[in-house]
């Protein structure tokens, strides 16, 4: 049972340069989202899914898009990474209603735009 | 202000000793509260939820306040495999689901 995965796990990129971060779970829960972490920010909500073919923005969902097109996967796109979207990503998961305690967060993506 | 709000520390405490975490939050309608431990440049994991009447789990105790909107988390004869940052986390329920408030974490470091 993997869990939550997460590639890459570290990436570089040019600024004006797009990419997709994957994010994969195989426990069959319903509710996906994706987290940056910055210093001194704590985690913050970019996108989420409540099921498959439905997605909704978090608190800082511009320069991303998302898809749910199956239960199991949840990419983000960066369209145009500029320096600002460096950052930690993690994927999270969780099933429906269990808040905090459902949530498994992958190991993270480390991002640097140059 | 944040909606969540932690020290961010750090408490540099010998191996033994008792530390305690305060977190407030700001939402009223908050609905759960958890505390989270990140080790470093690891994802976050969950240590333990925090119900009104307080509650333990070993060495570790959760308390919540909700009249005063603060969480409290009581760590007993620390051991150095503690040291971590731990995360304060508010969840409110939305017409989109649940959404989770990360505190931006308290730095705990166990020492010899």
């Known amino acids: 049972n993997a869990g939550v995965t997460q590639t890459p796990k570290f990436q570089v990129l040019k600024t004006g340069q797009s990419m997709t971060l994957q994010c994969a779970q195989d426990?069959?829960?319903?509710?996906m989202s994706w987290y940056r972490q910055d210093p001194g920010m704590g985690l913050r909500l970019i996108h989420y899914s409540v099921g498959a073919g439905i997605t909704d923005q978090g608190e800082v969902p511009n320069g991303y898009n998302v898809s749910r097109s199956t239960t199991e996967d949840f990419p983000l796109r960066l369209l145009s990474a500029a320096p600002s979207q460096t950052s930690v990503y993690f994927c999270a998961s969780s099933r429906p209603g269990t808040g905090g305690d459902g949530y498994t967060f992958g190991s993270g993506t480390r991002l640097t735009v140059v | 202000r944040k909606e969540v709000e932690q020290d961010p520390g750090p408490f540099n405490v010998p191996e033994g000793a008792t530390v305690a975490f305060n977190c407030t939050y700001s939402n009223s309608a908050s609905q759960s509260f958890f505390w989270y431990r990140q080790d470093c440049r690891k994802e976050p994991k969950l240590l333990m939820s925090v119900y009104s009447s307080g509650n333990e789990d070993g060495r570790f105790t959760a308390q919540l306040n909700r009249a005063s909107q603060y969480i409290s988390l009581l760590i007993r004869d620390s051991k150095l495999s503690d040291s971590a940052t731990y995360l304060c986390?508010?969840?409110?329920?939305?017409?989109?689901?649940?959404?989770?408030?990360f505190g931006t974490g308290t730095q705990l470091k166990v020492e010899l």
């Open positions: 426990m069959n829960h319903e509710y």
């Open positions: 986390v508010v969840r409110q329920l939305t017409g989109g689901g649940n959404k989770l408030t």
